[in-house]
């Protein structure tokens, strides 16, 4: 729970970096297998370079740092530690959510969907893949579609994006990928999920879970 | 996983520290932001910059290509990684010499992104980029609705032509369009005999069946388009020849500059074994050898394998690959 | 076994005539007796001519250093074999122009008899003949009652100075003179990762376990003295570079060339981790790195593994070394 | 058998060769092997080349050529063919060889001693081997020495040569190499039987084969 009245507080925004940390570092070895199947085999060495360097910036984040300060510090660190595809698509995803975070002290459900619709936006702005293209969009747009249909609860908004984003990643599957290396292996993708889909589906799990 | 490393974290960190060791009097390197290596004498008073960069793991490219003549600046990221902005942003820095900086870039969504990123950042700190892109592996059909194609071993060509353009002095309006032309001309394909294994992954990439080839591997150890049976080399190059030649397409009378690249754990033996043959080919179709290469020039760690690049040249293209360039990897005419 | 050949039969021809397709500007090619790899210019008036040869399977040695101040002609023989007479004494009569020749031979019995031969016929054909054997292998115990040190990668050095003391205009005695001296101050040591596979054998030169490598190999294939535990890279290097440096002795002070020479299949990314390592053991003993050699130079068909050489040098043969060398492996200055 | 009086003729060293190119060809794998495990693995390849050639050499060769000739071609052919350390050997002890058969029509068992003689002390002066280095020396000195007290039957003289050459070969398993590629690897070349000690056997028991 987070606070009063059921908004997510920075402290929350912090649990939810720590928390991608911990299941990156735990799943790193599966996230990285999926990238060998059908990319070069880097994605979790990539994520956890990305959120051990964002922790130790946490540290010296101040105390009562507000949703959109947090936001912004993980966005600035994955973009200048991760590198390769990842970097980029997540550190802008995380940069237009802390725009759409703003000021505020604590996010509602409504100001919930809006951080996540600008994250999407984001990735989709620089990474031009469509749902379908067997890429982290097919996690991240059914999660804001399920977000935005989820009421006034910020926790069960969480939760259906969470879910929503696991079947995303579950069904790039049996897709053909039309952006990232997965692209170049034509019908030879199909049978293997896109690894930063997978990704996507762990960081919005562990939103809900420290929520 | 056997490899001559210390520790799988360090071996981007390591390896370069050996190559500025090694080559002191080629290049300088930058640590903090990790890693730039930029031409010693950077920034060359009234010269275009050039800076490239990727993912490590495909050396000599593109350290290796620092130097007079070639590239004033290399940006190796984690392996098989696209550097961040950070670096690149640096590396874009050091070569400024005011006369604007060009960035070549492998076509992969991590090069573009990143390279993207240090570009805005640069402009804004006033410093002119342009961007050119590579993209001359045909195994990969282009189209707008995709990654679209990837850069591989004709990335070295275009970072030597336009290498030699920038050391001429032509302006950075010039450098960049003599580099599109090059990769405009420039068609490579590549097969590969075994996997290559990334340190930390400590697992190999693919695996293949001991009468197994991959054919159309990019250079990260991805899989390539299709798994088949191996058959002797000529049949072999036949096989990446084809694609190529029909692409651009090359035709009679052509003239080409050939490069047939090992993939890192090649031996040179088996390049010329398969020059052989390309070259035969070439003369069966009417296509003229201007120039040649063999080697391993760009690779994927230890995988065995070989690429093959035409370029189609012309007087002027050629006068620039002939151009002195003093580099660790590719040294001529100083 | 897992080629990019035609016939096994055929490696050895096919790989000729691929680098004779690609460096018609620095080469001809004879082809009967087989083979002989010849400078194109030679014989260059008034110079003294250098021929050097051996086994195949090692390249670029010896073919890639053919060409203006290195070697005026190579022999490759089959595959790990000495070449016989016949294209020895051919070599020695297109490469002589009046002033002498010089054979370099590397120290396996193989070579040295055959060598011999062709330097009896040449006598008989009115060519003075000097020849230089090298021994530059500390892994090997020398004594007048064995085979002696084998030849390794200390030959390139070799050649390369020899090469530059013969384009300056040297006599015979001087250039053989100047060969021996490198040889009295170069010293290697290798390791093997992996076997390598002879392709008309089919089969491994050896069998290593995932965890073991064979330390102070040759460059044939031949197991080494010991098989231990791999280790850390930094470890390896140690275990090579002090036998090394006991041995001459090198000395807090000396100035030395270092080359760290891959065996064929290892990726250069771990001959610069190779190079760190060693280059830090020089400073800490306080001997001064001239010159840094890095790359595939003297190898052993596909192995993975690395050698190291160290050649003691002055001024002079600094100055013999950066001379303009202008060869398919090797080149600068020109 | 060879003719009359029981000496070996043109025709009987024409058979010989003949019969080695044939055991050669039959055992290269194997002789490879041996190389391989204390060599450069090319022993057998080296000298199936060598007696192809030989072949090819002999049908242009005149019809009575004495034994001398014979031996000279074959001497001339494996020097020009082989390369590698037995080219030379091998092609010196068939030339001296032919020097000590000189022009005779055939060889009794005094010449036919005279002749192996002869080659030995070719591989010795050439290879500066001593007994007990682990080379074909040590095939082939016992060799001579068994034919020098064989008598005078030319075929008990080759059978004895032969025997001997196979009991040294065998015995050079448990040495440690001096000469040649085995010694650069010290103890570990205990254990494994010298090629050319094997197929210096292999040459005698030929000889003695179409005796
Ligand atoms: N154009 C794109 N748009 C959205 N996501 C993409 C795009 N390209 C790649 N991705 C995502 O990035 C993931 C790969 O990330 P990572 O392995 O870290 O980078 P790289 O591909 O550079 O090695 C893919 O699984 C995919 O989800
Ligand atoms: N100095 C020597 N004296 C006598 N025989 C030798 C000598 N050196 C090598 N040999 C013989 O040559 C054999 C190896 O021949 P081969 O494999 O054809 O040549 P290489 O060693 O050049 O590859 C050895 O097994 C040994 O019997
Ligand atoms: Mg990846
Ligand atoms: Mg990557
Ligand atoms: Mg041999
Ligand atoms: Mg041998």
């Known amino acids: ?211 | 996983m056997k490899k001559l490393i210390n520790d799988p974290a360090k071996t981007v960190d390591e390896g370069v520290a050996g190559f500025a060791a090694a080559h002191p009097d080629l290049v300088r390197v930058v640590v903090d932001p990790p890693f730039v290596v930029v031409r010693k004498d950077a920034p060359v008073q009234g010269k275009v910059g050039i800076v490239s960069g990727g993912g490590s793991g495909h050396e000599p490219l593109h350290a290796g290509y620092v130097g007079y003549g070639m590239l004033d600046a290399a940006v190796p990221g984690a392996m098989f990684t696209s550097p961040t902005p950070d670096p690149i942003l640096e590396a874009t820095k050091q070569v400024d010499a005011g006369a604007g900086v060009l960035h070549i870039v492998k076509n992969y969504t991590g090069d573009v992104l990143n390279f993207e990123t240090a570009a805005d950042l640069a402009l804004a700190e006033g410093i002119e980029v342009q961007t050119v892109i590579t993209d001359d592996d045909v195994a990969v059909k282009d189209s707008l609705y995709t990654a679209g194609r990837r850069g591989v071993a004709g990335t070295l060509l275009v970072e030597k032509i336009a290498g030699a353009a920038a050391q001429r002095g032509d302006s950075l309006d010039q450098v960049a369009e003599v580099a599109r032309t090059v990769n405009s001309r420039v068609r490579s394909m590549g097969m590969a005999l075994s996997p290559c294994t990334v340190p930390h992954a400590g697992e190999p990439s693919f695996e293949l069946g001991e009468d197994e080839v991959e054919i159309g591997i990019g250079i990260h150890g991805e899989p390539g388009r299709e798994r088949i049976a191996l058959e002797p080399a000529d049949r072999m190059v036949d096989r990446l020849i084809e694609p190529i030649l029909e692409d651009l397409p090359f035709q009679q009378g052509d003239r080409v500059i050939l490069l047939v690249n090992g993939m890192g754990g090649t031996p040179l033996s088996e390049l010329y074994i398969v020059f052989r043959r390309a070259a035969e080919v070439l003369q069966e179709r009417g296509i003229e050898l201007a120039r040649s290469l063999v080697g391993s020039y760009v690779t994927s760690l230890e995988m065995q394998g070989v690429s093959l690049t035409l370029l189609q040249v012309d007087d002027e293209l050629l006068g620039l690959y002939d151009a002195p360039v003093e580099t660790a990897a590719l040294r001529w005419g100083r």
């Open chain 1, 1 to 211: 729970m987070s606070g009063l009245g059921g908004g997510l507080d920075g402290a929350w925004a912090r649990r939810w970096a720590e928390a991608i940390a911990e299941g990156v570092a735990d799943r790193k070895a599966e996230l990285t297998a999926l990238d060998r199947a059908i990319g070069d085999g880097d994605h979790g060495e990539n994520l956890d370079r990305g959120f051990q360097a964002v922790l130790g910036k946490l540290e010296s984040l101040e105390e009562g740092a507000t949703p959109g300060a947090v936001l912004k510090l993980v966005a600035t660190t994955l973009i200048s530690t991760v590198g390769g595809a990842s970097g980029p698509l997540y550190g802008t995803a995380f940069l237009k959510a802390s725009v759409a975070a703003g000021e505020r002290e604590s996010l509602d459900a409504a100001a919930l969907v809006e951080v996540l619709t600008a994250a999407r936006d984001g990735i989709v702005a620089r990474g031009k893949a469509e749902l379908g293209d067997k890429t982290m969009v097919d996690a991240w747009t059914p999660a804001v579609d399920a977000a935005a249909a989820a009421g006034d609860d910020v926790e069960a908004v969480l939760d259906a994006a969470a879910s929503a984003a696991e079947a995303g990643a579950a069904a790039t599957e049996p897709l053909i990928a039309h952006k990232g290396r997965a692209s170049y292996l034509g019908e030879r993708a199909q049978g293997h999920r896109d690894p930063g889909s997978e990704s996507t589906a762990l960081m919005l799990r562990a939103a809900a879970a420290v929520a």
